[in-house]
Structures are given as structure tokens and as C-alpha cells.
């Protein structure tokens, strides 16, 4: 029942994504319209729990922009009066209420009550509130969003310490072929496939990569050079003219053939030098990476085992992702296991490393082998993103709330 209750949502971001969702509890200062609307997508989306701090009464004014109060709720306490019908919304979610004053978050014990959320969301407070409210929960690294609305116009300010994305669900993730350093496997594979020896049909049906690999052979060759690799539009071109060499006529004589076409258009994503991403780089010569830090966050130590990888093979993990291609299932069928099993074997080495890291960091071993293997799919596009205090914008003479208020009038 769950999986079909969230199955858009996992579509969209993955089993992943959405369990984090689903761990998450969020606490929504004020209960205003904007506060509730945002609460209406969060507890549709599955999030664990929230809680509404909030001690406004319902009036008139809210009952014409606020579709979850009623006539009969007025004078009642607001967020109270919404909690019941945000609960029914999804009883999967709980949620309560706190007879709490916005502008009583100064005080120190109350800023503690919010270090005890995954999130914190404020609607419509006042700029000197919010700031020392981001503040407290930067320090804290705990994620605090702050929203106002004018009218139609409004804004956002996100106030982070640190946002780790371990996948991205890149559109068109880059392919890892390896071609410029082949799997032994692969390699004994396509030393073994003689093409004088097949048959038309069967050349018609050889996976583009090994034609690939057939094609630098003769490339190289004719260069004098092993280890050249073609990187530039007049190399790839060159290339290009050594496959198209190795095209054959059917009894028709045709020389079309999906393969050789897939070979065309697929050739500058798959002859790309295997590297490691200057963002990846970066990372890994974070303070965090290093042998004498003491970070027990999951993300650094995956990363600092992943440091360790690269620093051992000059490369990341295998993604071991086979693209579609036309061929033979036995042909196509091998390569695919070659691949996996290679993916598979380097997730092994990245954990081996995770568990010394875990270790040495004395961390409670909370990374699973799993973790580490969809963690090793995706290292090419892992990021940090490190935000700033809201004080820090009005210290640096950010006044949004006047901006706000200039561009509505």
C-alpha cells in the first residue's frame, strides 16, 4: 500500500529520496496560509512528522486565504484549528501542535526545542527573528528555511551549513566505458572476436564497443602510438573512417546496420578519458577527507574510502552501467556481466576502505555494503553545497524584505 501510495514520488527521486522523506521531522513556525500550504505538501509527500509552533488566534483574515479554516474556527487557537484536517490528509504522517509566541525563539531553551528536528521552516516571521533563529540552527547544522509572502510575490531564504547530495539522478549521466583503459575481461573478449571469422549476420549484430575497440587498434597502429586516444573532432572523425571499414553487404547489398549507426552517434560520449570530475576533486581534498579528521558523518567517511580508492587506482569506482545496444543476447549478455562484476568488485574495495575509515574515526558502522555499491554508481556527481547564515545577508547589506516591498509597489 505504501509503495502505491508514493508511486509518482518514487518514480521521480527512487527509493532512496524517498526514505529520507519519510525520516524526516519537520517543525513549522507560525500557521499561516503560506505555513499550511507548505505543510499540505510535506505531509502529502510522506514526511515522519511535524509539529506546528504557533499561538495565533483564527480571524477573519484567514478565512479568506486559508482553505483548511472554517466560520466555526474562529477564535480558536490557528494551528490547532489546522493540525486535525492536515492529519487527515495522509494518516500515515503524525503531526502535532504547541501553544508557542513566534517571538519568544530568543531564548536559548527554546532555540533548543528545534535542534531535535531534521528541518525547520518559518512562515512570515519577522527578519531580526529569523536571523537569530538561523543563527542557532547553523551552528547546529540543522537546515532552516525561511518563506514570506506579500501578495503574489514572495520569497525563500534556504540557510545551511552544509547540503550533501549523494545522487543526483542526473538526466544523462555520463557513460563509464572505460575504453581508454579496457576491463581485462572485456579486453580478452574482443581479442577474441575475429570478425573475418563471422558471419554477416553476426557482424551485424557485434556490440558497437567492441568495434570501438577493434577500430583503436588500427588506429593506434597506424600512429605508432599504444596508448593514443582519440579526444579531438578530427581524431574521433579519423576513427569513425576506420569503422566504417569494417561495414559488410547483405545479400541485398545493403550495408545498413543499427549497430554501425549506433556507433556513429554514440562516439563522443564513449571515448571520453576516464578522470575523476574537478567537483569530485574537490571533495576529496576536503579537511573532512583527510587522514587526521574526525568527521563521523556517513558522506565523509563513504567519501574518505572513496579518497582512498582513487588515490590507489587514479580513478573512481566502476558505474558498471551497460548502455542499450543492438546486439546478440549472448554477446550483450556477457559484456553486461563483465561490467557488473567489475562495478561490484571496486564497490568491495571502496567498502574494505569505508570500514578501516569507520575505524581509525572510531564511527559506528552505519554504512552498509549496499549503501557503499549505490553510492559508488553515482560518485562522479556527488556535490557539497555550503550555505550562510541569514545574518550574514543583512550584515553583507541584503535587505530582501525592502526589495520585496519596493518591487510590489
Same mark, same amino acid.
Given at each position: *500500500?505504501?509503495d502505491a501510495r &508514493? ?5 521521480l527521486w527512487?527509493?532512496?529520496g $524517498?526514505?529520507?522523506?519519510e525520516?524526516?521531522? %519537520?517543525? %513549522? +513556525? ?5 505555513a499550511?500550504?507548505?505543510l499540505?505538501?510535506? %505531509? ?8 506546528i ?11 479568506g ?7 466555526? /474556527? ?6 490547532e484549528?489546522t493540525?486535525?484536517? +492536515?492529519?487527515e ?8 501542535w =504547541?501553544? %508557542?509566541?513566534l517571538e519568544?525563539?530568543h ?11 531534521? !528541518?525547520?521552516?518559518?512562515?512570515n ?5 529569523? #536571523?537569530?533563529?538561523s ?17 503574489l ?10 547540503h550533501?547530495?549523494?545522487?543526483a539522478? =542526473?538526466?544523462?549521466?555520463r557513460e ?5 583503459r579496457?576491463?581485462?575481461e ?7 572476436? /575475429?570478425?573475418?571469422?563471422l558471419s554477416v ?6 556490440p558497437?564497443?567492441?568495434? &570501438? *575497440?577493434?577500430?583503436l587498434?588500427m588506429?593506434?597502429?597506424e ?9 579531438s ?17 547483405t545479400?541485398?547489398?545493403s550495408?545498413?546496420a543499427?549497430?554501425? /549507426?549506433?556507433?556513429k552517434?554514440?562516439l563522443?560520449r564513449?571515448? $571520453?578519458?576516464?578522470?575523476v570530475?574537478?567537483?569530485? !576533486?574537490e571533495?576529496l581534498n ?7 579528521s574526525?568527521?563521523t558523518?556517513?558522506?565523509w @567517511?563513504?567519501c574518505t ?5 582513487v588515490e ?10 551497460l548502455?542499450?545496444m ?8 556477457? +559484456? ?14 571502496? &567498502? $574494505?576502505f569505508?570500514?578501516?575509515? =569507520?575505524? =581509525?574515526?572510531? #564511527? ?9 555499491y549505490r553510492?559508488?554508481k553515482?560518485?562522479?556527481? !556527488?556535490h557539497v ?7 550574514a ?7 530582501i524584505?525592502?526589495?520585496?516591498? @519596493?518591487n510590489k509597489?
Amino acid at each position: *500500500m505504501k509503495d502505491a501510495r &508514493y508511486d509518482r514520488q518514487l518514480r521521480l527521486w527512487g527509493e532512496e529520496g $524517498q526514505a529520507s522523506i519519510e525520516s524526516a521531522s %519537520v517543525c %513549522v +513556525l507560525g500557521s499561516s496560509a503560506l505555513a499550511t500550504e507548505i505543510l499540505k505538501s510535506l %505531509v502529502l509527500a510522506g514526511i515522519n512528522s511535524f509539529c506546528i509552533l504557533d499561538d495565533a488566534l483564527v480571524q477573519n483574515a484567514d478565512l479568506g486565504n486559508n482553505f483548511f479554516l472554517h466560520v466555526s /474556527d474562529l477564535g480558536r487557537k490557528r494551528g490547532e484549528a489546522t493540525l486535525a484536517k +492536515l492529519k487527515e490528509l495522509n494518516p500515515a504522517v503524525g503531526g502535532t501542535w =504547541e501553544d %508557542v509566541s513566534l517571538e519568544e525563539w530568543h531564548d536559548e531553551r527554546m532555540l533548543y526545542r528545534l535542534s531535535s528536528f531534521s !528541518v525547520v521552516v518559518a512562515s512570515n516571521l519577522r527578519t531580526s527573528t529569523a #536571523a537569530a533563529i538561523s543563527d542557532y540552527l547553523f551552528e547546529n547544522s540543522i537546515p532552516f528555511i525561511s518563506c514570506r509572502v506579500f501578495g503574489l510575490i514572495g520569497y525563500i531564504r534556504v540557510s545551511v551549513r552544509e547540503h550533501t547530495v549523494a545522487n543526483a539522478h =542526473e538526466e544523462n549521466p555520463r557513460e563509464d566505458l572505460r575504453l581508454d583503459r579496457p576491463l581485462p575481461e572485456f579486453q580478452a573478449m574482443v581479442d577474441g572476436t /575475429d570478425l573475418a571469422e563471422l558471419s554477416v549476420d553476426e557482424i551485424r549484430h557485434t556490440p558497437y564497443i567492441i568495434l &570501438y *575497440m577493434k577500430a583503436l587498434k588500427m588506429y593506434r597502429e597506424e600512429l605508432s602510438d599504444p596508448s593514443a586516444f582519440p579526444e579531438s573532432f578530427a581524431d574521433r572523425k579519423a576513427l569513425w573512417g576506420l569503422i566504417e571499414t569494417m561495414r559488410v553487404e547483405t545479400d541485398t547489398g545493403s550495408t545498413d546496420a543499427e549497430n554501425f /549507426d549506433e556507433a556513429k552517434t554514440k562516439l563522443l560520449r564513449s571515448f $571520453q578519458k576516464t578522470t575523476v570530475p574537478a567537483r569530485v !576533486v574537490e571533495i576529496l581534498n576536503d579537511a573532512k577527507c583527510s587522514s587526521s579528521s574526525t568527521c563521523t558523518q556517513p558522506f565523509w @567517511i563513504i567519501c574518505t574510502g572513496l579518497r582512498k580508492f582513487v588515490e590507489k587506482h587514479n580513478c573512481l569506482p566502476l558505474k558498471g552501467n551497460l548502455p542499450d545496444m543492438t546486439s546478440d543476447s549472448k554477446r550483450y549478455a556477457r +559484456l553486461a556481466n563483465i561490467y557488473h562484476s567489475a562495478a561490484v568488485q571496486d564497490a568491495r574495495e571502496v &567498502y $574494505q576502505f569505508i570500514r578501516e575509515v =569507520e575505524r =581509525e574515526r572510531g #564511527a559506528d558502522s552505519v554504512i552498509s555494503e549496499e549503501m557503499c555499491y549505490r553510492f559508488c554508481k553515482t560518485a562522479d556527481s !556527488v556535490h557539497v553545497q555550503r550555505g550562510s547564515k541569514i545574518s550574514a545577508e543583512s550584515d553583507a547589506g541584503v535587505d530582501i524584505l525592502n526589495f520585496v516591498k @519596493i518591487n510590489k509597489n
